[in-house]
């Protein structure tokens, strides 16, 4: 039988994320994908999956509670946990709905493989794979990855790829006096932004606690080109310049002048983890202070800076945090209505994702859309923006506890971040206070909508 391996930092994370999930939410921890097989030959793509699955210890790991603490199990050996469907596609849509389908099924956290497939021939044919995968063992970053190894292998046999250390490794080495500085370094940090972390004053729920919430999602293939000029330009990133915005408008409807912003790091930054297959993203606190006056270049290259430091400190136990806080907050005299540490330390967050190589155009004048999530996530943190850019398209995906930000102030603030983005491209001179009060009639269509249809 194999041994049972603590956590990595990664790994530990994730699980103290996941488990504070309601039971009728736990589907919102799988990340999907879907692959095209038409014309693939079945016995490479089946030689592939087991040679991932041989390559790759998450894809034969099993999660479980021993003494009250979550420990992993990397197995020698697994069967694929691939069902195979012979059936006509007849719907150009069918793949991603699969796929969606896939993604509904929630995993159960202990006990089993955390990720599951479906590939779907015709004929005995292959024509496409869904897969669904739990955050507890990817992250985007290595399904990625995957996905690359999986097209070599079925191009190529006997394709080899480059490896990092397997999350079992991780963890033992993030135990040694190797790791000492570093985490030392992280503990540090964190005593110093605590006070204000705490202090955050936006509404925290319990474990598995529910509430009701509003999502927006504004698309522009013309905004991510835009960002990646004015950033640049600023000698910053595009997520730096997204998140600087972002804060600004959470500072204004919130009437204060300092925002706690959460970063989501990837935690690949040394060179040996860049090819980890596991998950290792973990949130970081970046306390930003805004000043209305402070001009748009300047507000965005201090968070731009503010956020690369939070970086250094972003791999760190998390358990030892939650300790250190609870330690914090009964010296401050805190009255805390409850101990879900992961909505306490993180009550907004943000997270930008580059999901493929394509370029953003800065001159597309494809209409810009917002859209309205039917059912928003009822649990978790009070607000959160998360970015992704695929296809040459951003989409920026705000939610929002309605008591904090109403839909037209939602609406209000995505419309800002576009004109921010416009703005600091070609006057970051602007002051942040002007930003509302620049007619925003000189939005292009193509940054955001002319009209928005509120929810009801």
Not at 212 to 225: C, I, P, V, W
Not at 278 to 298: C, H, K, R, W, Y
Request: glycine share 6%.
């Amino acid at each position: 039988m194999p041994a049972d391996a603590p956590l990595s930092h990664g790994q530990l994370f994730s699980w103290r994320e996941i488990e504070r999930y309601p039971d009728d939410w736990m589907q919102d921890a799988n990340l999907p994908i879907v692959c095209d097989l038409r014309g693939l030959p079945m016995a490479r793509v089946e030689n592939a999956l087991r040679v991932l699955m041989d390559r790759h210890e998450p894809l034969r790991t099993t999660y479980h509670v021993v003494d009250g603490q979550p420990v992993q199990r990397v197995h020698e050996s697994a069967d694929l946990p691939i069902e195979r469907v012979d059936r006509v596609v007849r719907d150009w849509e069918d793949p991603e709905d699969t796929k969606d389908e896939l993604c509904a099924e929630p995993f159960a956290m202990e006990g089993g493989l955390l990720w599951r497939g479906r590939m779907i021939t015709t004929n005995g044919s292959a024509v496409f794979l869904a897969l669904s995968f739990s955050h507890l063992i990817m992250d985007v970053w290595s399904i990625n990855h995957l996905t690359d190894q999986f097209s070599a292998l079925i191009a190529d046999p006997g394709a080899v790829a480059e490896l990092g250390p397997t999350p079992s490794e991780l963890a033992r080495e993030q135990r040694t006096e190797r790791w000492r500085d570093r985490q030392e370094a992280s503990e540090r940090y964190w005593r110093r932004t605590l006070d204000d972390v705490l202090a955050d004053p936006l509404p925290t729920l319990p474990a598995k606690a529910k509430r009701n919430r509003l999502e927006a999602t504004l698309h522009s293939h013309r905004l991510g080109g835009l960002a990646a000029l004015a950033a640049r330009r600023l000698g910053v990133t595009a997520p730096a310049l997204v998140m600087a915005l972002v804060t600004a408008g959470l500072a204004r409807h919130t009437d204060t002048d300092k925002v706690t912003m959460s970063l989501m790091a990837s935690n690949r930054f040394s060179p040996e983890h860049h090819h980890v297959i596991g998950t290792m993203n973990q949130l970081i606190p970046v306390v930003a202070t805004v000043d209305p006056g402070s001009p748009l270049g300047e507000h965005v290259k201090r968070l731009h800076w503010a956020g690369a430091t939070a970086y250094r400190h972003s791999s760190y136990d998390f358990d030892k945090i939650a300790a250190l806080a609870a330690e914090v907050a009964a010296q401050r005299g805190d009255d805390l209505a409850h101990d879900c540490w992961v909505n306490q330390l993180f009550r907004c967050w943000f997270n930008y994702v580059q999901l493929d190589r394509k370029p953003s155009d800065a001159t597309a004048e494809t209409p810009a859309e917002l859209s309205w999530t039917p059912l928003a996530q009822q649990y978790g943190q009070p607000f959160r923006v998360r970015v992704t850019v695929a296809n040459g398209r951003t989409s920026i995906f705000m939610l929002a506890d309605p008591a904090i930000i109403p839909a037209g102030g939602m609406a209000g603030m995505l419309r800002t971040i576009a004109l921010g983005v416009q703005v600091a491209a070609t006057a970051p001179e602007t002051s942040l206070k002007d930003l509302w009060d620049v007619d925003h009639a000189t939005l292009a269509p193509s940054l955001f909508p002319a009209t928005v249809a509120l929810p009801e």
